[in-house]
């Protein structure tokens, strides 16, 4: 599979990433290892050490040093060798540095042209800075391809057949859907009226259960697979200004062409109290149980039905709450083609 690599993906939380163990995924089909040096700032390198091919993530970090639990090499962020317990460090066997930063409760990995690495182009995820919010964070890897969860969470029309009673209800078929294009961010805004949420869903956005309520959900996506949705939810008839929009963040990244890490959060403003931490972990925890039990099985199902094919080549169908998901792919395909070199963006 082609993938879009001058771009910034999530590699970890920034929880994830320790000064006393390694932590090795599979990102775009490449095998990295994250650790942190000896000033605690976050690295990545190639996962597979030169000398026999052994994973690095069975090895350990010991002073900022990463060392191959097979036969000792020893490495630094920069991915040179600097320890052979055998004689002097062997310059010849060399990692892969990955540029990295820790920003937003993440580590975002650049996989692609280190030269083009800038920041910058990091998109705004603020809602998820630790400075100011308290963040729950979950992980799940899924068994699919990360172009089927942008069109999951782009089109959330679902949620009233596959979370029935948890993140749905009978009136989301109802709402007034509408998408967006600002730039290069794409925008799939859904309103609900007049909704009776599920009890759990009711108290963890703030409703008394069993009244009405209007219920916003709206969703920014940025490639290659950053998302941002802002939900909320106010007594029915009451203007959105007097309810308060929580954001969700969903990240994902390829794992293979058919498999793909799924970072999710949730944050609240610090300024709530000490308690903010444990709203958010509270809450991040209440979303899992859907995320893991209804979405994974439904998007691994739909992988194994796509029979090898992308879904790029698939034939699909069509309905309106399809065209945020279907201009975010198109969007992210033309980028990925003009970084090929068979045309521009």
């Known amino acids: 599979m082609t993938y879009l690599r001058n771009a910034w993906y999530v590699a970890a939380w920034d929880s994830e990433v320790r000064a006393d163990a390694p932590l090795q995924r599979r990102i775009l089909d490449e095998a990295v290892v994250l650790f942190r040096d000896a000033d605690g700032v976050a690295q990545a390198v190639s996962g597979v050490c030169p000398h026999r091919h052994a994973s690095l993530g069975m090895g350990r970090v010991a002073d900022g040093v990463l060392h191959c639990g097979y036969h000792g090499l020893g490495f630094d962020g920069s991915g040179a060798c600097v320890h052979n317990p055998f004689g002097a460090p062997a310059k010849t066997m060399r990692l892969t540095r990955y540029p990295v930063v820790e920003r937003f409760a993440a580590i975002w990995i650049w996989m692609g042209d280190a030269e083009q690495a800038d920041p910058a182009m990091i998109g705004d995820f603020a809602c998820n800075d630790p400075a100011d919010n308290a963040v729950g964070q979950g992980y799940l890897r899924v068994e699919a391809s990360y172009e089927l969860e942008i069109d999951n969470i782009l089109d959330l029309s679902h949620i009233q057949f596959l979370h029935p009673t948890t993140l749905g209800s009978g009136q989301v078929s109802n709402a007034k859907y509408e998408w967006s294009q600002e730039g290069e961010a794409i925008w799939s805004k859904r309103d609900v009226f007049g909704e009776i949420m599920t009890e759990g869903l009711a108290q963890a956005m703030g409703m008394a259960p069993g009244t009405p309520s209007d219920r916003w959900i709206h969703t920014r996506w940025t490639a290659p697979a950053n998302m941002v949705i802002w939900a909320g939810a106010v007594p029915a008839g009451r203007p959105q200004s007097e309810g308060r929009a929580t954001p969700t963040g969903h990240f994902f990244t390829p794992e293979t062409a058919t498999s ?6 949730i ?12 709203i958010a972990d509270a809450q991040v925890e209440f ?7 209804e979405d994974l099985p439904m998007l691994e199902e739909q992988q194994r039905n796509l029979n090898g094919q992308s879904l790029r080549e698939a034939k699909l169908g069509w309905l309106p709450g399809d065209a945020a ?21």
């Open 267 to 278: 944050a609240f403003p610090r300024a709530m109290g000490p308690q903010a931490q444990a």
């Open 287 to 293: 979303l899992s149980a859907p995320f893991r039990e």
């Open 325 to 345: 998901g279907a201009r975010a792919r198109n969007m992210l395909y033309a980028l990925i083609d003009a970084e090929q070199g068979h045309g521009a963006p």
């Open 260 to 265: 793909s890490h799924y970072f999710y959060s």
